[in-house]
């Protein structure tokens, strides 16, 4: 479970915020989760117009899926939620950026976070080890 409760907005916040996003030609802007109390960048999605209300309203993200073409609640599938504790826009309005309370892991791979990867000794090596084998969740696709 989430550590604190989640931040939710009411619907004049809402839609100030829906009137600062600059959603592009897909309907479509990208959204960044980090954790709100030690700043780790946990991973980028995409959200539609209605997955920013949801999550605005619910403070639980959600996102949108571009190969599902479907709305995508994290955590539905894995339990592994993200509780929104502050929501954000940048300065020219073309992403999100959500402070989250994670619970379980962020990625689909099992990792803590999306961002395993990294040039060491030349080379692209996994940098974090899989903590949870998503198989044993139900989740077989990446």
Same mark, same amino acid.
């Given at each position: 479970?989430?550590? !604190?409760?989640?931040?939710? $907005?009411? &619907?004049?916040?809402?839609?100030?915020?829906?009137?600062?996003?600059?959603?592009?030609?897909?309907?479509?802007?990208?959204?960044? =989760?980090?954790?709100?109390?030690?700043?780790?960048?946990?991973?980028?999605?995409?959200?539609? !117009?209605? &997955?920013?209300?949801?999550?605005?309203?619910? #403070?639980?993200?959600? $996102?949108?899926?571009?190969?599902?073409?479907?709305?995508? !609640? %994290?955590?539905?599938?894995? #339990?592994?939620?993200?509780?929104?504790?502050?929501?954000?826009?940048?300065?020219?309005?073309?992403?999100?950026?959500?402070?989250?309370?994670?619970?379980?892991? =962020?990625?689909?791979?099992?990792?803590?976070?999306?961002?395993?990867?990294? *040039?060491?000794?030349? %080379?692209?090596?996994? *940098?974090?080890?899989?903590?949870?084998?998503?198989? %044993?969740?139900?989740?077989?696709? $990446?």
């Amino acid at each position: 479970m989430p550590d !604190r409760a989640a931040t939710t $907005y009411p &619907a004049a916040a809402i839609e100030a915020m829906l009137a600062e996003v600059r959603f592009d030609p897909q309907g479509l802007v990208p959204a960044i =989760a980090q954790q709100h109390d030690t700043g780790e960048v946990l991973m980028m999605a995409w959200m539609d !117009r209605n &997955a920013v209300v949801e999550t605005m309203q619910t #403070g639980r993200a959600c $996102y949108w899926s571009r190969s599902r073409k479907a709305p995508w !609640r %994290k955590g539905d599938t894995s #339990g592994h939620i993200q509780t929104v504790v502050d929501f954000r826009v940048d300065c020219d309005g073309d992403t999100v950026l959500m402070l989250v309370d994670q619970t379980g892991v =962020a990625c689909h791979t099992g990792r803590h976070n999306c961002f395993f990867r990294a *040039i060491r000794g030349g %080379k692209l090596e996994e *940098i974090a080890p899989v903590q949870i084998d998503m198989t %044993k969740i139900g989740r077989t696709e $990446y």
